[in-house]
T-cell receptor, first 114, second 116 residues
Framework: GDSVTQMEGPVTLSEEAFLTINCTYTATGYPSLFWYVQYPGEGLQLLLK???ADDKGSNKGFEATYRKETTSFHLEKGSVQVSDSAVYFCALSGPSDSNYQLIWGAGTKLIIKP | DTGVSQDPRHKITKRGQNVTFRCDPISEHNRLYWYRQTLGQGPEFLTY????????KSRLLSDRFSAERPKGSFSTLEIQRTEQGDSAMYLC??????????????FGPGTRLTVL
């Protein structure tokens, strides 16, 4: 079945460092791909998305490119801030509107030190 | 638009008791989902409604679990005869079926259940 694999955390970086969180997936067809973020004590929030190969999703300085050839959707940010500390989840959804559920990675905890 | 809300935010119960959680989706969203999330893991799908119809249930949803969505608005998730293994965060999400080719789901803050 479909699955998502994320790099294990926690990832600890200093402020202004470059961030990469790896995400690879296994799916039939061409799923939509998402990054969600969960700040401490809050619910899951959609960070960015991409719906087809070579699409780049971006939001709040974060970017991820849908790579069909490597089945990857790695999250990147050029300069992280303390406020980016959170748990980041990669997820996929089926290629058609009839596929209703999101398949999730285990999450990667990001800790940014001042 | 006040987002997805869930009630209660926290629930502590003794093993064997029944509990019920409520989810109020975004008002124009006709799809509603329940997920369960344990510590250090991503959410796991439990069940899905389109309007008032429950269209899919995960095998994770044992006979002790039941979900309803009367009139296609709010939803309730009931767990009967709770077990310690039911301790988790229960998440509700909603989305709008439309012409978009992706399925963006909006999540509530979750209900954290602790079974003693």
């Amino acid at each position: 079945g479909d699955s998502v694999t994320q790099m294990e955390g926690p990832v600890t970086l200093s402020e202004e460092a470059f961030l990469t969180i790896n995400c690879t997936y296994t799916a039939t067809g061409y799923p939509s791909l998402f990054w969600y973020v969960q700040y401490p004590g809050e619910g899951l929030q959609l960070l960015l998305k991409a719906t087809k190969a070579d699409d780049k999703g971006s939001n709040k300085g974060f970017e991820a490119t849908y790579r069909k050839e490597t089945t990857s959707f790695h999250l990147e940010k050029g300069s992280v801030q303390v406020s980016d500390s959170a748990v980041y989840f990669c997820a996929l959804s089926g290629p058609s509107d009839s596929n209703y559920q999101l398949i999730w990675g285990a999450g990667t905890k990001l800790i940014i030190k001042p | 638009d006040t987002g997805v809300s869930q009630d209660p935010r926290h629930k502590i119960t003794k093993r064997g008791q029944n509990v019920t959680f409520r989810c109020d989706p975004i008002s124009e969203h006709n799809r509603l989902y329940w997920y369960r999330q344990t510590l250090g893991q991503g959410p796991e799908f439990l069940t899905y409604f389109q309007n008032e119809a429950q269209l899919e249930k995960s095998r994770l949803l044992s006979d002790r679990f039941s979900a309803e969505r009367p009139k296609g608005s709010f939803s309730t998730l009931e767990i009967q005869r709770t077990e310690q293994g039911d301790s988790a965060m229960y998440l509700c999400a909603s989305s709008r079926q439309g012409t978009d080719i992706y399925n963006e789901q909006f999540f509530g803050p979750g209900t954290r259940l602790t079974v003693l």
